[in-house]
């Protein structure tokens, strides 16, 4: 797994009998495409790009019935998930594993009457409790559009909830900011002595 | 003094006029023209030194964009486009491309949304070939991203220097601030060559060589939309977009003023400018405003939007609003 493989690589001192586990590459998944693709100078990653999804980088198909034929679904586990590490479930009131998934069909989630919404239509699944985020998402308002604005000129393409959004935790993560603009040099210090007063490109001054 | 010499003065006798030439009258004669010779190239000496500055006697000659026939219009690309190969070493492709019909921009970007992670102001440059010392340099920026308390807009307290490690901070919230393709545009008003005006479907555009560089509308913009190339622009031949178009990204020279135009030479053609295509929040809407059925109308019949400085009359075309 990948939690055991990370400290190894890191160098840490293994135990001498044991070999040190190799390390195996593996190319990222593929992102569905989003936007025009002659825009490539523009960075249009949503900010969920990969999360969630651990096992699909050790190379598992995403067939969640390959385990769960045989484990049962249970409303709700007294102990942390094991299986699934990355998963944090930070999603308010809403937290029963059944509530969303589906109880014998994994690899779909669950409408209110217990009839499956395949995992394309994941939006119809968030639509159940966030009705005026759907509506507003249906009228092209929330969540990005990319491509054209003018549907007549060319094709877009909709992020749907969970290209954003973690649905397991899916508050905006903080991010780290893009580097800001620098200082008016001549503004950033007041000179303090009568031989500081040329200003340096690092926004100082000299002295 | 010269003492006058016979000749000199109104009255000439037949003698005097049909003199043969003789070697003084001779070189009086040159000398005079030698001198007419100097007076020419000194009056011409300003146009050399131009030409010495990369700006062809062309460009100086080149007359307003709206007066150019389509013909004059093809030649100034064509000529735009091999001084920019010869001296950046790539080869734009810069168009003129014609408002569209019907069609009124406008922007609406949620407050509510915004977390202040800089992308749009990093894409903008990136898209418009603005002038910059790095990758990461965006003091040419459009695009200002003002840091402010939550409680209230307090412009003179913002800041857009922020640094954080993580964004959006505890206690602050986000308002970018860029072009607002005023209705009633202070920067056109005072513009003293008429070289920045207001097209048809709502964009304020500069006429980079009509430009004289003098900042009034600089100093008239309440949004301190505009920047000024103080130099020559910086930029290597792979940080040139080469989808460029005359009015708006095209490589600016030195000593003229640049600003946002909601990317006409995408928006005009039907895309989206290159601000929202990476806003990875979904913050920012943007469409046609006549079209009953746009994204932008949505947002202006269901959300309450407020504009920036409604007080100074300037009504923006461009919209903040809260939400979730």
């Not at chain 1, 070999?19 to 969920?48: F, I």
């Not at chain 2, 800041?159 to 970018?176: I, L, T």
Request: charged share 25%; proline share 9%.
């Amino acid at each position: 797994m990948v939690l055991c493989a990370a400290p190894l690589a890191a160098g840490e001192p293994a135990s001498p009998k044991l070999p040190p586990l190799p390390v195996v590459e593996r190319p990222a998944p593929a992102k569905p495409a989003v936007g025009l693709s002659d825009d490539r100078h523009l960075d249009k990653d949503p900010p969920r790009t990969t999360k969630g999804l651990d096992l699909v980088k050790l190379g598992w198909t995403y067939n969640c019935m390959e385990c769960h034929r045989l484990l049962e679904a249970k409303w709700h586990y007294d102990r942390p998930m094991a299986e699934h590490q990355d998963i944090r479930l930070a999603h308010g009131e809403n937290r029963f594993c059944l509530n969303c998934h589906h109880p014998t069909n994994r690899n779909a989630f669950v409408d209110y009457d217990g009839s499956v919404i395949p995992e394309k239509e994941v939006v119809r699944l968030c639509a159940k409790c966030h009705g005026p985020t759907y509506r507003d998402w249906k009228a092209g308002v929330h969540g990005r559009l990319n491509g054209h604005w003018d549907t007549a000129a060319g094709p877009r393409t909709q992020l749907r909830c969970i290209q954003c959004h973690d649905p397991h935790a899916p508050k905006f993560p903080t991010m780290k900011p893009l580097p800001p603009p620098t200082y008016p040099p001549r503004a950033a210090h007041a000179p303090t002595t009568s031989a500081g007063i040329h200003p340096t490109p690092q926004g100082g001054t000299a002295h | 003094m010269n003492p006058p010499t016979p000749g000199d003065g109104g009255s000439q006798t037949v003698e005097q006029a049909a003199r043969p030439l003789t070697r003084r009258t001779f070189l009086k004669g040159s000398a005079a023209s030698a001198l007419g010779i100097a007076a020419m190239a000194a009056a011409l000496k300003p146009l050399l030194a131009l030409e010495r500055e990369n700006l062809s006697v062309d460009a100086f000659l080149q007359k307003h964009y709206q007066e150019l026939t389509p013909q004059e219009l093809r030649r100034i690309l064509d000529r735009l486009e091999s001084e920019c190969e010869q001296s950046r070493g790539i080869r734009p492709d810069i168009r003129d491309i014609r408002p569209r019909e019907d069609t009124e921009f406008a922007y609406a970007l949620n407050i509510g949304r915004c977390i202040g992670c800089r992308k749009c102001a990093h894409a903008c440059i990136r898209e418009n070939n603005q002038s910059r010392e790095s990758d990461d340099d965006i003091n040419m920026s459009y695009i200002r991203v003002l840091e402010m308390e939550k409680g209230g807009i307090d412009l003179e307290t913002s800041d857009h220097y922020y640094d954080a490690d993580q964004v959006p901070r505890a206690g602050k919230f986000y308002m970018p601030v860029q072009c607002q393709q005023c209705r009633e545009a202070p920067c056109t008003k005072v513009c003293p060559v008429k070289a920045t005006w207001q097209e048809d479907d709502g964009l304020v555009v500069v006429d980079y060589n009509w430009c004289i560089g003098c900042r009034y509308c600089m100093a008239a913009c309440p949004y301190d939309a505009r920047r000024f190339n103080y130099s020559r622009p910086k930029l290597s031949p792979d940080q040139i977009n080469p989808c460029q178009s005359y009015l708006s990204n095209r490589l600016r020279p030195k000593g003229v003023v640049e600003k946002c135009t909601f990317c006409l030479h995408r928006t005009r053609e039907g895309k989206y400018p290159a601000c929202l295509e990476v806003c990875p929040t979904g913050a920012r809407i943007f469409g046609n405003i006549r079209d009953p059925g746009s994204e932008i109308n949505y947002i202006l019949k269901n959300k309450r939007v407020y504009v920036l400085k409604e007080d100074v009359g300037t009504r923006p075309r461009f919209y903040y609003f809260f939400d979730k």
